[in-house]
């Protein structure tokens, strides 16, 4: 072989040696150790960091849980006491279709000295008429009573106790499933007599008619009329209890 062949190789040769021995980079064991102690640190925060953020979750649904368990007893505590209401209202309003609410109001008795013998005398026509028909419907003799009171407010329409009669005329027709002739005689009782003591229980049993007949629209709008303009008396207070379950 050719001494310059040999000497190019043997040259070569070196040159690769060197380029090699270079590329092969000098690794510092303390700089690795440190890395995977960063390393190492950093996931022990990551995990510290989701650790507090797991106990922090625990408290927010512990927390969560007893509101939610404290509403839990309100809600139950204002259904009892609805229902409580609710049983009061059924009660009351049957009182009050048979009279209950305001019957001593509707009994138009007045008072004469005892000493006259001669009462029944002393009494007009017209009172004598009412004094019958509601003696026939204090004793559950509807059918008579309401004989009685058409014929009174028929024959005394402008008589300050036309006003009861209309009322207990609607009592006996509701009592009859007669709701559309009802609901003339309570609407009658305080559109012809505004002046009228028992135009909120009228009005109430207006609404409680309507409901009765399936017109809820109207029982729902007379039992506000109610509730707005009698908002202190027992029938007042009875329309806006009622008014939530419609």
């Given at each position: ?48 960091e ?10 927010e649904v ?6 939610s368990?404290?509403q839990?007893y ?17 009660r ?30 002393n009494?007009?026509d ?52 007669e ?12 559109s ?13 049993k ?20 109610l ?20």
């Amino acid at each position: 072989m050719n001494y310059r062949y040999v000497k190019i190789i043997a040259l070569s040769l070196l040159t690769a040696s060197a380029v090699g021995n270079a590329a092969a980079p000098v690794v510092d064991g303390k700089a690795v150790e440190a890395i995977q102690k960063y390393q190492e640190n950093d996931q022990n925060q990551l995990v510290g960091e989701l650790m507090r953020q797991v106990m922090q979750l625990q408290q927010e649904v512990s927390y969560l849980r007893g509101k939610s368990e404290e509403q839990g007893y309100l809600i139950q505590k204002l259904q009892r006491q609805q229902k409580e209401l609710y049983a009061d209202l059924d009660r009351r309003l049957s009182e009050a279709s048979q009279g209950g609410l305001a019957g001593a109001d509707l009994s138009g008795e007045q008072s004469h000295d005892s000493s006259d013998g001669n009462n029944e005398q002393n009494l007009s026509d017209a009172q004598k008429a009412y004094n019958k028909a509601f003696s026939q419907f204090s004793n559950k003799e509807y059918a008579f009573a309401k004989s009685s009171f058409k014929s009174f407010v028929k024959e005394y329409p402008k008589h300050s106790l036309a006003a009861n009669a209309h009322y207990i005329l609607g009592q006996l027709h509701a009592n009859d499933k007669e709701y559309q002739q009802a609901a003339f005689e309570f609407e009658a009782v305080y559109s012809q007599f505004p002046d009228t003591e028992i135009k909120d229980k009228a009005m109430l049993k207006l609404a409680q008619t309507h409901e009765l007949n399936g017109n809820k629209a109207e029982a729902k709008k007379t039992y506000q009329e109610l509730a707005n303009t009698f908002p202190n008396t027992t029938a007042g207070k009875l329309a806006k209890v009622k008014l939530s379950s419609l």
